[in-house]
């Protein structure tokens, strides 16, 4: 979808910002650019829409060199998302949404119809009383969502984006780490990602592409990168404690056990005691008429007096996702009564759980791929 | 000294047009001023120009400060309300009030100059002043200085740039205001351009305007000289508009 | 003499009417070239590379500000007539309000769109923005409330300066104030003195609030002005 071919760029006082790179991101693919600042990253992306013009080799998106292009088409074409947002302060959400829907001549009423598509995609809703909301008129996080609305404005099948949640406090930065994952997971773009977070780029990317002086030195999965550093700098960047970094690497649904023993909230104690009992097991999660995960009961609970599970159980609501990683599933885990996670899907239907237990063997699981890495890779293209 | 170099242009420009004029002496029937007496009308407009600043500065500072300590704060408001609002009045309709009052003459011009001259500067020392960090003086109580102290070594030093930048626009400005007052007999190069412009004698005209941007451009870039000067190094000269009149 | 004003008013309301008009025709078409040249000059001047060029423009202008008005007409009458134009009248006035409207409108205008965040430029450029469309939809819009802010200021300063246009025979609300000097009629002069400055404070109070309507609601900081 994106190929760089031999990509230099030599700037007129004869820095070398970028040295013969090339590098291939394919249709859906989310890729990270990595590296200390002053690699090349950010001049290798603006290479890509032209906003920084190249000084040889070839950039070609969908098979087409971006300098056959009209400068100016091939930027709407693609989503741009930058650190300090740039949104304009004189446009409302609406308008700044749709910018390059309005360049391309949208109609009015499309134009609307898409800023609301895109606020609720994004998490601002009601989109209605956004839409006419002015950029002072919002949060850093806010404008920070507007920012990534506006660079999926006309739908482009590319994305790129330069540090869009660096300067935003770490807090909200992890949640819209994990809501744009999601966003991505529904709409599957070609995204060319600049960070110099390597938590960052572990979390987020399909692959990540570390640079290094102008220099690709290795384009690869997350997990094949922390497996196989090809050289001493991979291996400095990303880190020497690989283990714990495997843990946040991975992600819920590869620990998870899918089959958890559960039991329907209206059913009686007796029931539940004697599920228990058959499984060999001290809890169980109480899921509603729909499967949708509502809490838990324990041997401790069920000793207390009441007809049905929803009498006595404990309600509780925090739950994982299937990406969630796992680092996360396991301080949400430390910090429950109950020491399990429930995994839920978009509509909260129960379709996992997380216990210690499962996590330990995880843990140790990464250890021994530590020490062989071989079998660690091909361990985890099987669970993904 | 690379900087000063298009002011000193100009201002060659300006006496090299004077002198030239005044080498011509006489056009068809009308004498041009002789250099002595376009010399004495120099140092008479010089010298409404100085009077007028003097007075405007020694009123207008300690009113200035005045206005930003604690026990006058309420009447400050209303003061920069007047200063902005009095900024707007047209220079003319000032010497025109002025010299219905106080009849034709220089006391009515120096007056009137003065009075306008004083708006920017009130303004200009109470926003210096109250432009002044409140944490600089609270660390400067904090270590000990009397309030006498932190006026002068601290609140003035800080605020002088601002002043300054008041005292300069206003002086500046006045240099033309005072070729306006020349009309109400104050005398002042602001006669000969009128005697030149009432006979329709370009050259006497022009005799006038050039000695007056000289000393309009001369005195802009001397006060600019000493506002920097006066700002303490590690603090930029603060920059104001000219409002001319 | 205050009672003599009063009368002076209400007989020649129509006389200080037309010579109202007078005033406003010359500020009009002075400030208004001003603004037209301004702009343009400010916005050439904020062009890539051209740095040098503005800090010039804007030195030239901010030298041209500190010429007195009445050294101004003086220098226009000579060129003028050098150039066998009218070198008195309205044509002198009109263009030394121009030359003198020019420093705030085209400074307001450099800095306004010379200080655009950087990041809403490329933003625009990066969604695919032409060079003309940022000037258009981002830059323009951003400045437009700080050139008015520009063209406030010099239209109340011209109205001060055109009202020493009538000495060279341009009309105006002036003409009142040089005859009430020149034959010794306070009431003349008190009557000019009024209306010059009413003109003035409504000059500045309307544009004031012109200014703030033509501020972009997303960046409006505080209330009505």
Not at chain 1, 110 to 136: K, Q
Not at chain 2, 16 to 25: A, H, K, P, S
Not at chain 2, 148 to 176: C, D, F, H
Not at chain 2, 231 to 237: A, D, F, L
Request: glycine share 10%; net charge neutral; charged share 20%.
């Amino acid at each position: 979808m994106i190929k760089l071919e031999d990509v230099t760029k030599i700037y007129p006082d004869g820095t070398k910002a970028v040295d013969d790179v090339t590098l291939e991101i394919e249709k859906g693919e989310f890729c990270v650019l990595l590296g200390p600042s002053g690699c090349g990253k950010t001049t290798s992306l603006k290479m890509i829409n032209r906003l920084i013009s190249l000084s040889q080799g070839k950039i070609y998106v969908d098979g087409r060199d971006v300098y056959q292009m009209d400068v100016n088409q091939l930027r709407r074409s693609m989503g741009y998302a930058i650190q300090e947002i740039g949104l304009f302060p004189h446009m409302t959400v609406e308008q700044n949404v749709t910018t390059v829907p309005r360049l391309l001549g949208w109609s009015k009423a499309r134009c609307r119809e898409r800023t609301a598509e895109l606020l609720d995609l994004v998490g601002l809703s009601p989109p209605e009383t956004f839409m006419r909301r002015f950029p002072n008129e919002l949060s850093g996080g806010q404008k920070q969502r507007v920012g990534v609305a506006r660079c999926l404005g006309a739908d482009p099948p590319i994305l790129l984006m330069d540090e869009p949640f660096g300067a935003i406090d770490p807090i909200t930065r992890e949640r819209l780490q994990d809501e744009f994952l999601r966003i991505q997971d529904e709409i599957r773009k070609t995204i060319a990602f600049v960070t110099h977070d390597i938590h960052e780029a572990v979390k987020m990317g399909d692959t990540i592409a570390l640079m290094r002086d102008g220099i690709l030195v290795q384009h690869a999965p997350p997990a094949e990168m922390l497996a196989h550093p090809k050289d001493s700098f991979v291996e400095d960047f990303v880190g020497s404690d690989r283990a714990l970094k495997a843990l946040q690497l991975m992600r819920v649904r590869d620990v998870m056990d899918e089959t958890p023993p559960k039991v329907r909230i209206d059913e009686s104690l007796e029931t539940a005691r004697g599920r228990m009992q058959e499984l060999g097991v001290n809890f169980l999660a109480v899921v509603n008429e729909d499967e949708r995960f509502e809490g838990w009961v324990n041997r401790r609970v069920l000793r207390r007096s009441g007809e049905q599970v929803k009498d006595v159980m404990m309600r509780y609501t925090v739950t994982g996702r299937r990406d969630t990683p796992v680092n996360e599933a396991l301080s949400l885990m430390l910090g429950s009564a109950i020491g399990n996670l429930g995994v839920v899907d978009r509509r909260d239907k129960l379709i996992g759980v997380v216990t210690f237990r499962s996590l330990s063997e995880a843990i140790q699981a990464s250890y021994s791929e530590d020490e062989d890495p071989d079998e660690a890779h091909a361990e985890r293209e099987t669970a993904a | 000294m690379k900087r000063y170099l298009p002011m000193l242009v100009a201002l060659g420009g300006m006496v090299g047009l004077t002198i030239w004029m005044t080498n011509i002496g006489q056009v068809g029937f009308f004498p041009l001023a002789a250099p002595s007496k376009l010399l004495r009308e120099v140092m008479r407009h010089l010298q409404i120009v100085v009077y007028a600043a003097a007075l405007a500065i020694g009123v207008g500072l300690p009113l200035g400060f005045v206005l930003t300590r604690r026990a006058f704060r309420f009447v400050s408001p209303i003061l920069v309300g007047l200063t902005n609002m009095g900024q707007t009045l047209p220079t003319l309709a000032f010497i025109g009030i002025f010299a219905v009052v106080l009849g034709l003459g220089l006391q009515a011009a120096v007056i009137a100059l003065a009075v306008y001259a004083l708006l920017p500067i009130v303004r200009n020392t109470y926003a210096g002043i109250r432009s002044v960090d409140p944490a600089t003086k609270e660390a400067a109580r904090g270590m000990g200085m009397s309030t006498a102290q932190i006026v002068w070594k601290v609140e003035l030093p800080l605020a002088m740039p601002v002043i300054m930048a008041g005292i300069r626009t206003s002086t500046v400005l006045n240099v033309g205001t005072a070729a306006v007052a020349g009309m109400i007999g104050a005398g002042g190069l602001g006669e000969i351009i009128m005697s030149g412009l009432a006979m329709r004698v370009t050259e006497m005209v022009l005799q006038g305007a050039a000695p007056t941007a000289g000393l309009a451009i001369a005195l802009d870039a001397v006060l600019g000289t000493a506002e920097q000067w006066l700002t303490p190094r590690g603090m930029k000269p603060a920059t104001e508009m000219v409002f001319r009149g | 003499m205050l009672f003599e004003t009063w009368r002076y008013i209400g007989n020649n309301w129509a006389y200080i009417g037309r010579l109202t008009v007078e005033h406003l025709q010359i500020i009009a078409v002075a400030n208004g070239s001003a603004v037209f040249f301004g702009v343009l000059i400010g916005i050439f001047v904020s062009g890539r590379g051209r740095e040098r060029l503005a800090q010039l423009v804007m030195y030239l202008a901010s030298i041209m500000i500190t010429i007195p008005s009445l050294a101004l007409y003086g220098f226009l009458m000579g060129i003028l007539s050098a150039l066998g134009l009218r070198s008195i009248g309205f044509l002198p006035v009109v263009i030394a309000l121009t030359l003198y409207g020019l420093l705030p409108i085209i400074r307001n205008t450099y800095t306004a769109i010379t200080e655009v965040d950087p990041a809403m430029i490329e933003a625009g450029r990066g969604m695919g923005m032409s060079e003309l469309q940022i000037l258009w939809k981002v830059k323009l819009p951003l400045a437009v409330p700080v050139i008015m802010a520009g063209l406030r200021q010099a239209v109340v300063m011209n109205i001060g300066i055109a009202a020493i246009g009538a000495y060279i025979g341009a009309g105006g609300l002036g003409q009142l104030i040089f005859r009430g000097i020149a034959n010794w009629r306070p009431h003349l002069i008190v009557t000019g003195a009024i209306f010059v400055s009413l003109l003035s404070i409504a000059a500045d109070l309307l544009l004031g609030r012109v200014e703030w309507l033509a501020t972009p609601k997303g960046i409006r900081t505080r209330g009505r002005a």
